[in-house]
């Protein structure tokens, strides 16, 4: 049988859709490394206390745990670090005016 192709979500933080109201919805990338990637695809991550930032015109999320991967060594990562959100210029201009004048929050 072949291997199935395509996306899988491997995150979702349902959480947010009840403790606030969602207007926005944005996908979004994130800037990774090689032990954070496997510790997802084995389905851990936890981004109930997860926010967003910006700095230096970029947009960071903070608060996401994920847990070092079991099989790694000193290159693991460490859980609680920020990560970077990949989005297009255009986006993250509409994001942070929205953030600046009306007082929006951005949650993963």
């Known amino acids: 049988m ?12 349902r959480k947010a859709r009840h403790d606030y109201l969602v207007l926005d919805t944005y996908e979004a990338g994130i800037a990774l490394m090689g032990t954070e990637v496997k ?16 700095y230096n015109d970029e947009l960071w999320m903070e608060g996401i745990h994920i847990p070092e991967y079991n099989q790694g060594s000193w ?18 201009n509409k994001i942070s005016v929205k953030i600046r004048e009306s007082g929006f929050t951005v949650v993963p």
């Open 2 to 13: 072949p291997k199935e192709s395509g996306r899988k979500v491997v995150a979702t933080n």
């Open 75 to 92: 290159t693991n990562h460490s859980a609680r670090r920020r990560r970077k959100l990949l989005l297009h210029r255009e986006e993250l």
């Open 39 to 54: 510790s997802l695809r084995e389905g851990h991550a936890s981004m109930v206390d997860g926010f967003c930032t910006f």
